[in-house]
């Protein structure tokens, strides 16, 4: 007998309700994935401001919920698990759809699941591509976070390998996109920009690449400052800004040490799958370059579609799904929000 | 007509059941459940809710409306109140009812002399609102420093807590009618702390 799964999403500016059916078999299919964003009201700040974005949430909260049950044509009688984020995250942002979640569990009689952000977005990508591999890596790429996970079992083995000591790779191009007078989110402008120019024009530095280097973390606070250098530079000498080559260049240089990182990971651990998600894996370069340096190594390379990889709720059901499967116990109804949840954590 | 009372607009995690004479609009409390921590209301209040109704020995579903607080209050925990409310009246296809968590405290004082509510706000200031001495709310809700207000011959009721009862009973007229209830809209007075960026930090010397 199939069971559906809902999954809660709230941590950073996007409220998430997804709907999945788990099969006897394991596999999950998506039922529907609907997302509420406050990003246009925080653009003006450059940046989310958790207030403005706890507020939106619970606005959305229960509009986000009827269209999900709409879209699936289900009615809320029908589910047999609650999933929701735990963490990590912003502390306000989480606290409504946990205290969403637990209530709709309470009324409906259902297990609660507090579950791993991080997590979540590795096994978004089961709806697309099935079963993952075990083990397999994972890069995960957004606003909030930049890490390198070995996963060996999604409903509860994920062990981190590297993150970043700085910046979040989205937060390089949030930063760079302002500097280069680009919209707020930075990301889909720069990749946008970037397509016209030449990512060789400018030898940005590749951050965390040096031989004492940690092998498997991350910097972009160098880069960022890098381009903001070399943009003051081009101004002083009263030269017009090639915002192509600006951003092309940069993109590269992003795109060249996050796949090099992963590549060489999966490499020396044998790892033969490398999953990569958030927001940042919509990026065209970093797809491209992966899916290049993935076939030399002989790596099979899953992304899932850009829907998939930002902030929703259909990754949340989805981790849901295989943490109840695998017969993990619920959670309390006592649960706490956790913003700085380990991704060891997978359930709690 | 069982009414599930939530309110997490001051640093108490409050919920309970109150009963209301469809007839005699009588109100009786069955069952409370209340924590004072600023700290707990994401954690604490579904736990109540269900304490509550098992105290009551009834469950969600015998339950034919919700009175839910909606502030003013300065804690992210007023979110936690509110989402509570409108899931559960979402899924279990009853009403939920705002009442200003001000109007609650000056109902459960009761009717027979004017009032003057103040609850915390945090940053040295108080949320407050003054009531008529047949409780009608006179001024506020506002929010500003506690210095400034003259209580004038107003009874004063300083950082109490709503209870079930006095948010039911704020909500006993419409309630009572059956209305459409209003949105449930946080009373949150203030606008969030948040700044345009200026100009642009330069990294090099000019």
Same mark, same amino acid.
């Given at each position: 007998m199939s069971r559906i799964i809902m999954g809660v999403e709230s941590s950073c500016d996007e409220t998430g309700?997804?709907?999945?059916?788990?099969?006897?078999?394991?596999?999950?299919?998506?039922?529907?994935?609907?997302?509420?964003?406050s990003v246009e009201q925080h653009a003006r700040f450059g940046g989310v401001v958790p207030e403005v974005a706890s507020r939106a949430h619970l606005e959305a909260m229960v509009p986000t919920t009827r269209r999900a049950f709409t879209t699936a044509g289900l009615e809320m009688s029908d589910v047999d698990a609650i999933a929701v984020t735990a963490g990590p995250g912003l502390a306000g942002a989480l606290l409504v759809g946990v205290s969403a979640a637990k209530a709709y569990a309470a009324a409906l009689g259902v297990p609660l699941y507090g579950v791993n952000h991080l997590a979540g977005h590795i096994a978004v990508d089961t709806l697309q591509h099935g079963p993952l591999p075990s083990p397999c890596l994972a890069l995960l790429v957004s606003g909030g976070h930049t890490q390198l996970l070995r996963v060996d079992d999604i409903a509860g083995k994920i062990t981190?390998?590297?993150?970043? +000591?700085?910046?979040?790779?989205?937060?390089?191009?949030?930063?760079?996109?302002?500097?280069?007078?680009?919209?707020?989110?930075?990301?889909?402008?720069?990749d946008k920009a970037a397509k016209a120019g030449d990512p060789q024009a400018i030898a940005f530095p590749r951050g965390m690449t040096g031989p004492r280097d940690a092998k498997?973390?991350?910097?972009?606070?160098?880069?960022?400052? *890098?381009?903001?250098?070399?943009?003051?530079?081009?101004?002083?000498?009263?030269?017009?800004?090639?915002?192509?080559?600006?951003?092309?260049?940069?993109?590269?240089?992003?795109?060249? +040490?996050?796949?090099?990182?992963?590549?060489?990971? *999966?490499?020396?651990?044998?790892?033969?799958?490398?999953?990569?998600?958030?927001?940042?894996?919509?990026?065209?370069?970093?797809s491209s370059l992966a899916a290049?340096?993935?076939?030399?190594?002989?790596?099979?390379?899953?992304?899932?579609?850009?829907?998939?990889?930002?902030?929703?709720?259909?990754?949340?059901?989805?981790?849901?799904?295989? +943490?109840?499967?695998?017969?993990?116990?619920?959670?309390?109804?006592?649960?706490?929000?956790?913003?700085?949840?380990?991704?060891?954590?997978v359930s709690v | 007509?069982?009414?599930?009372?939530?309110?997490?607009?001051?640093?108490?995690?409050?919920?309970?059941?109150?009963? +209301?004479?469809?007839?005699?609009?009588?109100?009786?409390?069955?069952?409370?459940?209340?924590?004072?921590?600023?700290?707990?209301?994401?954690?604490?209040?579904?736990p109540h809710v269900l304490a509550a109704t098992e105290q009551a020995g009834v469950t969600l579903r015998d339950l034919g409306a919700i009175a839910c607080g909606v502030g003013p209050g300065p804690y992210t925990g007023l979110r936690a109140g509110m989402v509570t409310a409108a899931t559960l009246a979402h899924s279990l296809g009853i009403p939920a009812y705002p009442v200003c968590s001000l109007d609650a405290i000056a109902a459960a004082a009761g009717p027979g002399e004017p009032l003057l509510v103040l609850t915390d706000a945090r940053r040295r200031e108080v949320y407050w609102a003054a009531y008529d001495a047949d409780g009608t709310r006179a001024d506020g809700p506002h929010v500003g420093r506690a210095a400034d207000l003259d209580p004038g011959g107003c009874r004063v009721l300083d950082h109490e807590h709503p209870t079930p009862l006095g948010l039911v009973r704020a909500a006993r007229e419409s309630l009572l009618a059956g209305d459409e209830p209003a949105p449930l809209t946080p009373l949150y007075l203030r606008r969030p702390d948040a700044t345009e960026p200026g100009a642009r930090k330069r990294v090099t010397a000019p």
């Open positions: 309700i997804g709907l999945v059916r788990l099969h006897d078999d394991g596999t999950v299919e998506l039922l529907a994935d609907e997302v509420a964003s981190e390998i590297g993150s970043t +000591v700085d910046d979040a790779a989205g937060e390089a191009y949030d930063k760079v996109a302002r500097l280069l007078g680009l919209p707020y989110p930075g990301g889909p402008p720069i498997f973390d991350f910097s972009f606070s160098g880069l960022k400052t *890098a381009v903001a250098r070399w943009v003051e530079g081009a101004q002083a000498r009263g030269e017009e800004i090639p915002v192509a080559d600006v951003a092309a260049s940069f993109q590269e240089a992003v795109a060249d +040490v996050l796949t090099a990182k992963a590549v060489r990971a *999966a490499t020396e651990s044998g790892i033969g799958t490398l999953v990569i998600s958030g927001g940042v894996a919509a990026n065209s370069r970093l290049q340096r993935c076939a030399e190594a002989g790596i099979e390379l899953r992304v899932p579609r850009p829907r998939l990889c930002t902030d929703n709720g259909a990754m949340i059901a989805a981790l849901g799904a295989h +943490v109840v499967a695998a017969g993990c116990a619920p959670s309390s109804l006592d649960l706490s929000a956790n913003p700085a949840l380990p991704v060891s954590a | 007509m069982l009414v599930l009372a939530i309110d997490t607009a001051t640093p108490a995690v409050t919920a309970g059941i109150v009963a +209301v004479d469809p007839q005699t609009g009588g109100l009786d409390t069955v069952a409370t459940r209340v924590t004072v921590d600023a700290r707990a209301h994401g954690e604490l209040l579904t």
